[in-house]
């Protein structure tokens, strides 16, 4: 082999080597594999649901079974507009019965106070209201 041939081996050699030094640095950078997907959010687990897994009794509230919708104040009386355990939403007047045990103690500008068994809670019309809310006053 004479040095002319030598060199033109030794340059296709290099070409094949910088040919696999590139294939290899492409290959192991790119990121062919499409984005993870995002985690779902989870509501937060509630330490008095995850007691009844130890034998402890799941205790509601009055509180997460109704829902406030509106509140009419009037000269002659008041009354709320609430729905309780999935129902359609009605209107209940000051004093009357809400669910067995639970009355309507009291009615006030966004809120009102339920008396559940001599207990009284009070339910919040909501922040953000999808529908239109009744405010009379």
Do not use: K
């Not at 492409?26 to 990121?31: D, G």
């Amino acid at each position: 082999m004479n040095a002319l041939q030598i060199r033109l081996l030794a340059l296709a050699l290099f070409a094949v080597f910088c040919a696999t030094l590139t294939y290899w640095a492409i290959t192991l950078t790119s990121h062919n594999g499409a984005p993870l997907p995002a985690a779902a959010v989870r509501a937060p687990v509630s330490v008095e649901q995850t007691a009844t897994l130890f034998g402890g009794q799941l205790t509601r509230s009055i509180n997460q079974d109704v829902r406030l919708f509106g509140v009419l104040a009037l000269r002659e009386g008041a009354a709320a507009i609430i729905s309780t355990g999935g129902e359609p939403s009605r209107a209940v007047s000051l004093g009357s019965t809400i669910m067995q045990g639970a009355t309507l103690a009291e009615i006030r500008s966004r809120s009102i106070v339920v008396d559940h068994n001599g207990v009284h809670s009070e339910v919040f019309l909501p922040t953000n209201v999808s529908g239109p809310a009744i405010y009379v006053r």
